[in-house]
């Protein structure tokens, strides 16, 4: 190729891959397949790599620079980067517009003035920044620091690739400073801790600190591993040009510009729809993909902004609506355990009371005895809990330099804390259990609530609390005590009368009614989930093949290997559940029988299917239905074994896996055409 065709054919390729960024990040469309965008990519390097003279610092190719840092330099902020004030209640946001208004009041008149407009945003829990384009290139990034001197990030903010290195379109003006906050979203979150524990490094707290933690790294092939984000929320510094009259449509012309702004952003009139935002931003806050602290509210007009101006280092025009904090500081009184169903002993904090994400706390889970020694976790240490939309509360960290002098530490007991049994590690020593099995009133409770939920025999009515006060009077000592319950027994104990004591043993004489899979999964064979109960059943297809079966024999149904096997024939060969399993019959628990040969010879017979992502014409139940009941398996995760991915719109990790072990991947058409052809 001719040089200055070269050069020509660079610059398409640049325009085309700006093009799709802009479609990509700012329109969340896609015009092109992922493959083609990759092959412009990688026409795009091979070029520049026999041309690199033609090379520049904005080429999408430049992202990440070659040479970790030693320091990062410091950055003054020619217009500083101020903080905003606070409300927490809907009295507290009237106020702060009422503040407003009488200051927009025209002095002397005696009139107040109507409704302002308000520009409502999510307030993202991140990292602000701000990032610097002059004649459109990206040529500096800097945080915030103490609002006047930051720190130089422009190496790892290039390697972002929500942010442009050259603005999109153009009028954009000849200096443009535009702030925002950097973050990562929950999933990234989860996945960067789920790889630092797999290593054995320390995990991150909340989305933040990772953010903060993946942005100060001096070597910026880290930062580009981290998948940061970023939403545009203001503009700074300007020079050389004009912007809108207002925040919203400043904002509009941000965002042509290819600078990613967030598309919760409204506009409104008055307090009242703010305070309306914040409910629905509220209400929608665990479904969002990033975490967001509280809404911000500021004055659309630019002229009113600079007319009430700023009052210390926050602006007048804008204040922040928290939610309550989702993080507080607490603690630890105690620590004890807990037995669950198989006996597994799991630590539980015992706390000071404390009122966090909405509700009081007293009760974190610790996981396991390594979390302990990770948190580096003593009886009366200063915690940080945390409670994240409705999952449960957790400790997240300790405040070392807080810790009281008189701290002790924390023991897995010898012996189980219920039935006295000695208590064992499991084979990677992480894991402490009591092996009593059923003879440890403990996993007994635990059973029966397990074999009354909804996935097992689903006895309506009989929750927790129930099967506890039974289990304490002594008239359930085990799942088979169910059917031997009498309604007078019930009546007079906590929250029952004749009436509700007549309906659970009514839901509990229902329940015999079963199928096969819901039998098996009931009776809380270790490591016997849902799938693996259906897969016995459509194996063996009765109860007593399952019973008679061997090592060998389970080890030849689909998935189950060694260890699972070793707990399924333990579990049966036990007098014990033996004699239960007897009783159970005897009470007259029934089953649709299971056809095996029916179901062996379907036309997925054989065939093993992940599915994955969201499907358009069927949910992924439907279609796990449809695999079973034509023979097929079906797993949750994608391993040699598998025959078929089935995979939907947004597949993730599931979809690369299965590409990178061959696996055959299907989208949801090939999928019907497969099931209907065979
Ligand atoms: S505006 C002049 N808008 O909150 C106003 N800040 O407490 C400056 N933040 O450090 C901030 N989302 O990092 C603004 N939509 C948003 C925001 C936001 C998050 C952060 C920002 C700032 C802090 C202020």
Redesign the pocket.
């Known amino acids: 190729m001719a040089a200055d065709s070269v050069e020509t054919r660079i610059s398409e390729l640049r325009k085309q891959i700006d093009h799709h960024n802009y479609l990509y990040y700012i329109l969340d469309q896609i015009e092109v397949p992922d493959a083609e965008y990759d092959r412009l990519m990688r026409e795009l390097q091979e070029l520049e790599q026999q041309y690199p003279t033609l090379v520049t610092p904005e080429s999408p190719t430049q992202r990440v620079g070659s040479t970790p840092l030693s320091e990062f330099s410091e950055v003054q902020h020619e217009q500083p ?4 004030g ?1 409300v927490f209640t809907e009295q507290e946001l009237m106020e702060f517009d009422q503040r407003l208004r009488d200051r927009l009041a025209q002095p002397g008149s005696g009139k107040s003035i109507e409704a302002l407009e308000y520009v409502c ?8 920044v701000s990032l610097l384009y002059i004649g459109g290139k990206l040529v500096r990034g800097a945080t ?1 620091g103490d609002g006047s001197r930051g720190e130089d990030i422009t190496q790892n903010v290039r390697t972002i690739s929500t942010i442009p290195l050259q603005l999109h379109g153009d009028g954009y003006p000849e200096l443009l400073e535009v ?3 950097l973050f990562i979203s929950k999933g990234t979150f989860e996945s960067i801790n789920e790889d630092a524990l797999k290593q054995n490094q320390k995990t991150f707290v909340n989305p933040r600190n990772a953010a903060s933690g993946s942005l100060r790294q001096l070597d910026p092939k880290i930062t580009a591993k981290r998948n940061l984000e970023i ?1 545009i ?2 503009a700074g510094w300007v020079e050389g040009g004009e912007l809108a009259d207002t925040h919203h449509e400043r904002l509009k012309q941000l965002n042509q510009w290819g600078l990613r702004t ?1 598309p919760e ?1 409204k506009k409104v009139q008055g307090a009242a729809e703010c305070q309306v935002y914040y409910e629905q931003i509220g209400a929608k806050r665990d479904d969002l993909p990033y975490e ?2 509280g ?2 509210y ?1 004055l659309n007009s630019i002229k009113l902004q600079e007319q009430v101006g700023f009052i210390s280092r ?2 007048r025009w ?1 204040t ?1 609506h928290k939610f309550p904090a989702q993080e507080e500081l607490t603690t630890l009184l105690d620590v004890e355990f807990q037995v669950g169903r198989t006996g597994a002993i799991t630590p539980v904090a015992r706390l000071e009371p404390v009122f966090v994400g909405g509700v009081t706390i007293s009760n974190a889970t610790l996981h396991n005895m390594d979390e302990i020694k990770r948190l580096d976790l003593h009886i009366g240490d200063r915690v940080i809990v945390r409670r994240a939309g409705d999952v449960i509360p957790k400790v997240v960290q300790v405040v070392t330099d807080r810790r009281p002098a008189n701290t002790t530490e924390i023991k897995m007991p010898n012996h189980c804390p219920v039935c006295q049994s000695e208590v064992l590690k499991d084979e990677q020593g992480i894991i402490f259990r009591c092996n009593a099995g059923l003879y440890c009133a403990a996993q007994r409770k635990e059973s029966i609530k397990h074999f009354a939920s909804r996935k097992a025999m689903d006895i309506q009515g009989l929750g927790d609390k129930i099967v506890e006060q039974l289990c304490a009077l002594g008239l359930l000592e085990s799942i088979a005590d169910l059917y031997q319950l009498k309604s007078e027994q019930l009546i007079g104990l906590d929250g029952f009368g004749e009436k509700s004591a007549n309906k659970l043993i009514a839901a509990i004489e229902a329940s015999k009614q079963t199928t096969l899979p819901k039998f098996i999964y009931g009776l809380g064979i270790r490591e016997v989930g849902e799938t693996t109960a259906k897969q016995l059943a459509n194996q063996f297809g009765t109860l007593e093949a399952i019973q008679n079966s061997d090592q060998e024999s389970l080890e030849q149904t689909p998935e189950i290997g060694p260890i699972v096997a070793a707990h399924i024939n333990h579990f049966f060969h036990d007098s014990h559940n033996r004699t239960v399993i007897e009783a159970l019959l005897s009470a007259g628990i029934v089953w649709p029988s299971i056809e095996v040969s029916a179901v062996t010879q379907g036309v997925f017979s054989g065939l093993v299917f992940v599915v994955t992502g969201k499907l358009e014409q069927m949910s992924r139940e439907d279609a796990k239905q449809k695999i079973e009941s034509l023979g097929g398996k079906v797993s949750g995760s994608v391993s040699a074994k598998t025959d078929y991915l089935l995979a939907g719109e947004k597949a993730g990790s599931k979809l690369a896996k299965a590409q990178t072990l061959g696996v055959k991947i299907l989208d949801e058409q090939q999928f019907i055409e497969l099931a209907d052809s065979r």
């Open positions: 980067m101020l903080s905003l606070n945003e999510p307030k993202l829990d991140g990292v602000a915030r702030r925002g906050e939403y929320y203001a967030n952003i967001i602290d809404v911000v500021k926050a602006p804008a922040a």
